[in-house]
């Protein structure tokens, strides 16, 4: 996709490049405890940057991955945003006031990779949930919040053991379209 968007107007790469990465990118900015207006208007103003600089972007997979380079341009759009409105990340809860300071490689990668396994287990979830019937996916859900087997096969009116194949398929498919996103995206 990447190698796609050299060509700044190849409009079905751009929208893929933007329905993979927008919700990230707003996920990013809302960990940085921006509320959601100007998280939304902040994704707009990365999107438009990033539109205007990967036709030059060459990606190196020994500088770090794509996500992280992603990361660090929204981290830079958020100072440039918040300067803009003459406030300071040190007005801002804790979390975002260390943007302010130097942020190494490592913690920069150490985020974007946090962020990344939860957008990606979440979009995962959204596309293998529609495989299953309500009742599995609640199965599913429950056992992970960690309620007990006997619990969830009392409130779904299944046996035990049919929980356990729930959870297994689930899990199975759920691992596979997470490696899947993750070859595609990652």
Request: with cysteine; net charge neutral.
């Amino acid at each position: 996709m990447l190698i796609r968007l050299k060509d700044q107007y190849d409009e079905k790469s751009w929208e893929e490049f933007v329905a993979t990465y927008r919700q990230y990118i707003y996920n990013v900015v809302r960990r940085m405890e921006l509320n959601h207006h100007d998280a939304l208007e902040i994704v707009q103003l990365v999107l438009i940057k990033l539109w205007k600089k990967l036709p030059d972007f060459s990606y190196d997979n020994y500088r770090g991955k794509f996500r992280n380079w992603l990361y660090t341009v929204t981290a830079n759009q958020v100072r440039d945003f918040l300067r803009g409105k003459n406030l300071s990340l040190s007005k801002l809860p804790d979390s975002s006031a260390e943007l302010d300071k130097s942020v190494s490689a490592p913690e920069i990668e150490a985020i974007a990779e946090k962020e990344w396994k939860t957008y990606i287990s979440n979009l995962a979830w959204e596309k293998v949930k529609k495989h299953f019937s309500e009742g599995v996916c609640r199965a599913f859900l429950l056992s992970i919040e960690g309620v007990g087997v006997e619990q969830i096969s009392a409130e779904i009116g299944v046996s035990e053991s049919s929980i356990y194949v729930y959870k297994k398929r689930v899990q199975d498919r759920l691992q596979e379209e997470i490696a899947y996103l993750n070859s595609e995206f990652g």
